[in-house]
Structures are given as structure tokens and as C-alpha cells.
């Protein structure tokens, strides 16, 4: 049986990838992690080069503390998918 070619389309992949509505679903997904987590949580959002992206970060250093010791924001992932 011979194996399948696949040959991606770069350009187009990308543009997928750094897409409005990719971002904006990025978006949506880090905003319910945030909400998750609780408050002192920071959502940022950015399109690069190839692909858009979304983070959580702890903005306070209360939410910093709630996430050495309760492991906060690492517990709110499950929230994003």
C-alpha cells in the first residue's frame, strides 16, 4: 500500500492561524480561564508572524501568591478547552 502525500499550504494555514475569529476564540477560551481563577488575572492576546495566540498571566500579587500556594490559574486550564 503506498503511503499518502500530503502537502500543506503554508499561506493558507497561516492565514487560518492568525485568522479574527481564531484570535477571538483564543480570546474566549483565556478569558473563562481567567474568570476561573479568580480575580488578579490578566488576559493578553496578540496575532504574530505565523499564528495568533492568548495568555493568562497573574496581574496582582495577590493572584500570584493564590497561584504558588492553591495553584490557581494552573487549575483553571480545563476551563479553556
Keep these: 500500500m503506498a503511503k499518502p502525500r500530503v502537502k ?3 499561506a493558507g494555514a497561516r492565514a487560518i ?3 479574527a475569529r481564531v484570535r477571538a ?8 480561564m481567567a474568570a476561573v481563577a479568580g480575580p488578579g488575572m490578566e488576559v493578553e492576546s496578540e496575532t504574530g508572524p505565523n499564528r ?3 495568555s493568562v498571566r497573574t ?3 495577590a493572584a500570584r501568591r493564590r497561584e504558588a500556594t ?9 476551563a479553556g478547552r
Design 17 to 19: 492561524l492568525q485568522s
Design 59 to 61: 496581574a496582582t500579587s
Design 52 to 54: 495568533a495566540r492568548a
Design 8 to 10: 500543506v499550504n503554508s
Design 70 to 78: 492553591e495553584k490557581a490559574l494552573t487549575r483553571s486550564i480545563g
Design 25 to 32: 476564540d483564543l480570546e474566549a477560551r483565556a478569558r473563562r
